[in-house]
């Protein structure tokens, strides 16, 4: 993935600056919008580069109301389309592996050795993500892909700010979940 840049340009840096403690300005300006509970507002901006081609989305959707969203964001997909983009990641071994794979390649055995899986299971889950484009063999060895680096962290992101272990009830979203706590 390399190191970020050291600077950032003006956007950047305006969405991401925090004061003191407390979330960045942006966040804040947001927040301060919204006013009863299911009121959202959601941004999502990406750019990502596979060898010579650039790809890059933005997608806003905003909801002060109680109404649902006049214009929601894309539900039309073929749920066939999500279901191929997030199966891949529905299995904690999978995710482990990815995991393990984030700070460079590993041989098959260094991986049963990082994730615990070992022999059918690890070259199942490894063939799985390798169907995805998620995880890439060279050479005897396995590597994450560019694209299988951002759904990573893209979905480590989310769960680490969203979902809460409730141990025999599941994963939750908290109740008394708010914006930046």
Same mark, same amino acid.
């Given at each position: 993935?390399?190191?970020?840049? *050291? *600077?950032? &340009?003006?956007?950047? $840096? ?6 003191? %403690? &407390?979330?960045? $300005? /942006? *966040? ?5 919008? =919204? ?8 941004? !999502? @901006? ?5 060898? %010579? !081609?650039?790809? &890059?989305?933005? #997608? ?12 929601? #964001?894309?539900? @039309?997909?073929? $749920? ?15 995710? @482990? #592996?990815?995991?393990? =794979?984030?700070?460079? @390649?590993?041989?098959?055995?260094? /991986? +049963? ?14 063939? *799985?993500? %390798?169907?995805?484009?998620?995880? +890439?063999?060279? &050479? ?16 480590? !992101? ?7 272990? %409730? ?5 939750? #979203? ?8």
């Amino acid at each position: 993935m390399g190191t970020p840049p *050291e *600077e950032v &340009g003006p956007l950047t $840096a305006a969405i991401s600056a925090s004061t003191g %403690d &407390g979330p960045p $300005a /942006l *966040e804040r300006e947001w927040y301060g919008r =919204l006013e009863h509970p299911g009121q959202f507002v959601f941004l !999502c @901006s990406a750019a990502l580069k596979l060898k %010579d !081609c650039y790809k &890059g989305w933005r #997608i806003m959707q905003i909801h002060y109301g109680d109404e649902q969203p006049k214009d929601p #964001i894309p539900l @039309s997909v073929a $749920a066939s389309r999500v279901e191929r983009l997030l199966s891949p990641l529905a299995h904690e071994g999978r995710v @482990s #592996i990815m995991q393990a =794979l984030w700070r460079g @390649s590993l041989t098959a055995s260094e /991986l +049963a050795e990082a994730t615990g899986y070992r022999g059918g299971a690890l070259y199942h889950h490894l063939r *799985e993500l %390798d169907h995805a484009a998620y995880v +890439a063999s060279e &050479g005897g060895s396995y590597r994450l892909t560019d694209w299988g680096r951002q759904l990573l962290l893209t979905a480590a !992101c989310l769960a680490e700010q969203l979902v809460v272990d %409730d141990g025999e009830r599941g994963l939750t #979203i908290p109740g008394d979940w708010s914006p930046g706590g």
